[in-house]
């Protein structure tokens, strides 16, 4: 019953792939609720600066701020690229991979000077395939980014955007939309577009001035914005391994199906075969 | 008399959320208390306690600002932490 064996072989290992990627698929779902806890926690902060922002917010003062100049002409730029650490989640880096891809081009086309700082083993490994000299690479951000990681990026890019040069940082990141929804996207966070008031305006008493509590504020709202990103890439990265294992999930819960099916076809054919050639047998002796 | 609405919020999360009668918070050039009905008001916090409801609940605060409107007080700040 040789045939019988491989086949046993092939079903044993085929349940074992599904208990991992079942297990996956648990671990990503737990991981992806905490992440999206995150990203909904995040929003209140995001809100209130932007709400003052934008209280404060009018053109004369725009000019005395670096942090809000609008060069003419985009002629050095960053780009962030946020990816996973880890694989196994569908097209996930690949997306994220490509929407920078069009980006750069987009900006080198221009004759803009672009230079890469990625996140994530799988985007550094990816731009070291390319052959492509990144300005940063960090694989230390963990499934759990905190303010302080998005400081530590975009701290630096700040204080070269307000010397004159940078003139614009992108992020490249997921959006967390919905579990299901979770399209790459590339924003500009600098120079910053100063949120649009709503409503009416309050006539606020400020402390010191709204100079001074602009100054305070827009690097709060630059850091917000990557903090933003890198916390809903995470959700999203969680929310594409689970899809993706639960599709090799079932997968795989189809194959084992399929090879059943053909063992135990097997198995019948023999027994046939070995009760027809009893039977063969026993009717050659009584002759 | 009317309570305050009080909430501290940091990036990663709403920190406190609650009613009190009163809060003290530390800005940039010294202590301001908030009383309902107070007006309209953005100010930048400096390094301090911030107490609210007389000392009840108090968080360690660096920077951030504050802004009172309609007895809603927010308090946001990027580095807080509880006492």
């Known amino acids: 019953m040789a045939k019988g064996r491989e086949l046993k072989g092939r079903i044993k290992s085929v349940e074992n792939t599904r208990k991992i990627t079942r297990t996956m698929e648990m671990v990503a779902t737990s991981k992806m609720k905490r992440a999206q806890d995150r990203v909904v926690a995040a929003r209140p902060y995001a809100r209130a600066l932007a709400d003052v922002i934008a209280s404060l917010y009018n053109p004369e003062l725009a000019e005395r701020f670096p942090l809000l100049r609008q060069p003419a002409k985009e002629s050095r730029a960053a780009v962030i690229l946020l990816t996973s650490n880890r694989g196994l989640a569908g097209a996930f880096n690949a997306n994220l991979i490509k929407e920078a891809r069009t980006l750069l081009a987009r900006l080198e086309g221009a004759g803009t000077q672009v230079e890469m700082h990625v996140v994530g083993k799988k985007g550094v490994g990816y731009f070291k395939y390319i052959n492509r000299a990144l300005a940063q690479s960090r694989t230390d951000i963990t499934d759990r980014p905190t303010a302080a990681d998005a400081a530590s990026l975009v701290d630096a890019l700040m204080a070269r955007f307000i010397a004159g040069e940078l003139d614009a940082v992108y992020v490249v990141g997921s959006r967390f939309n919905s579990v299901l929804s979770t399209p790459p996207t590339a924003d500009r966070v600098l120079p910053v577009q100063p949120p649009a008031a709503k409503g009416a305006q309050k006539d606020y008493l400020l402390y010191p001035s709204a100079e001074a509590i602009l100054t305070e504020l827009l690097p709060s709202y630059v850091r917000n914005a990557v903090y933003r990103a890198l916390v809903e890439t995470v959700a999203a990265e969680q929310a594409a391994r689970r899809t993706a294992m639960k599709n090799a999930t079932d997968n795989a819960g189809e194959m084992l199906n399929l090879l059943r099916r053909t063992y135990n076809r097997a198995r019948q054919a023999q027994i046939t075969q070995e009760i027809a050639e009893i039977v063969g047998g026993a009717s050659a002796l009584q002759g | ?83």
């Open chain 2, 1 to 83: 008399m009317a309570a305050l609405k009080v909430s501290v919020i940091s990036p990663e999360a709403t920190l406190f959320e609650g009613e009190a009668p009163s809060v003290t918070a530390p800005a940039f050039d010294g202590e301001v208390g908030i009383l309902p009905l107070h007006a309209p008001m953005v100010t930048v916090l400096g390094a301090g306690v911030l107490s609210i409801g007389g000392g009840a609940t108090r968080f360690q605060v660096e920077g951030g600002f504050l802004q009172v409107v309609d007895d809603v007080v927010r308090v946001v700040t990027e580095k807080a932490s509880k006492l």
